[in-house]
């Protein structure tokens, strides 16, 4: 995934700056890929990709108490203070994470992922009719990634609530906070690569009046 994305943001460079190759000895770091620097400032952007990146904010601060809270269970144990926070956390990605990347998914994607491969911003493959794939397709897979683990950690701090073998229930509940802190970790870097990188194709390959479209199509949703 990595590979693709810093792919397509070479391709994203203008042809005045020189970005290095990439060797497979030295990879960058997942949230250093060249031409990063190149992104699109906030300030830019049209209203619709500011909204989603507003949502962002809210949700990387709903990350940051969720990560407070399993470090404090780790530590001390589950509570009735964690329990809490816990299920703030499952009412959010509920409430606010799902519908969010529904809209991106209904709304935005589709007319990018075209302008993506109209652009020839997609993976190349030496196999001939090999199907090609653009950061639509990266973000798309993050999405049901992340659903997936949801559920998986979801499950496992219902049950280890459930179980009355103390072993069995830390077995369980360890299990939990790891899948947990790996959910953290895939936000974290699915939202910096739509931040960074998807959301500066999205403004340079689609036209304002499209936004709007968009836009409109979003609130009739509400």
Do not use: W
Not at 68 to 93: H, K, R, W, Y
Not at 193 to 199: A, H, I, N, P, Q
Request: hydrophobic share 35%.
């Amino acid at each position: 995934m990595d590979q693709e994305i810093r792919e397509i943001v070479r391709k994203n460079t203008s042809k005045g700056d020189h970005v290095e190759d990439l060797s497979p000895m030295d990879p960058p770091s997942a949230y250093e890929p060249p031409g990063a620097g190149l992104s699109v400032p906030y300030e830019e952007m049209h209203p619709y990709l500011k909204r989603l990146r507003d949502e962002h904010i809210i949700c990387m601060s709903e990350l940051a108490d969720f990560e407070a809270c399993l470090n404090t269970i780790t530590q001390e144990g589950p509570s009735e203070n964690t329990d809490a926070v816990l299920n703030g956390f499952f009412g959010f990605v509920e409430r606010v994470l799902l519908p969010h990347n529904q809209r991106e998914e209904v709304e935005l994607f589709g007319l990018l992922e075209e302008r993506l491969l109209s652009s020839g911003e997609h993976s190349t493959s030496a196999i001939p009719g090999a199907k090609v794939s653009t950061a639509v397709n990266l973000m798309k897979s993050d999405h049901l990634q992340y659903l997936q683990i949801s559920a998986v950690m979801t499950n496992f701090f219902g049950i280890s609530k459930r179980l009355p073998d103390e072993q069995s229930r830390l077995y369980v509940l360890d299990a939990a906070v790891r899948q947990g802190r790996k959910l953290i970790e895939d936000l974290k870097l699915h939202i910096f690569r739509e931040d960074e990188v998807l959301f500066s194709l999205a403004h340079n390959l689609i036209k304002p009046e499209e936004f709007d479209q968009m836009a409109r199509l979003g609130h009739r949703a509400e």
